[in-house]
């Protein structure tokens, strides 16, 4: 009988040190994401910088002709490129902070996302 109890004892006692041991180990990770290119996507949607002249103004974009010495390549914000000056269009939305007055010729810098294929600024201040 005493040898019995013991047992139960000992039993008892390692089904309560596996389930502490269970319940300490961390849970298991799940991806929710339910689109494969999230990634991919995520880092398009990377911020970007360029400087340079504005050429032209309309009522929801603008276009920058980008400084000599600039290119945007994605995951460097500046490269040097010795050909002629390159120009790039970009989307004014709700969301946009414009710092000063959008004129030809006027300077700029922009921060900018792509989005689906179209350059949509986040901020741009302008310079005189």
Do not use: C
Not at 13 to 22: G, N, P, Y
Not at 52 to 71: C, E, H, R, W
Not at 72 to 85: A, K, L, M, Y
């Amino acid at each position: 009988m005493m040898n019995s109890a013991r047992q139960i004892a000992v039993s008892a006692l390692a089904s309560l040190i596996l389930v502490a041991a269970v319940w300490a180990s961390p849970p298991p990770t799940v991806n929710h994401s339910t689109h494969p290119s999230a990634t991919d996507e995520q880092a398009s949607a990377q911020p970007q910088s360029v400087s340079g002249k504005i050429t032209s103004v309309a009522k929801d974009s603008f276009t920058l002709n980008l400084a000599p010495s600039q290119t945007v390549t994605p995951g460097q914000q500046f490269q040097q490129e010795p050909s002629s000056p390159k120009s790039m269009t970009f989307l004014i939305d709700k969301n946009t902070a414009v710092e000063g007055s959008l004129k030809v010729n006027a300077n700029a810098d922009v921060t900018y996302r792509e989005e689906s294929g179209n350059n949509v600024a986040i901020s741009v201040r302008v310079t005189p």
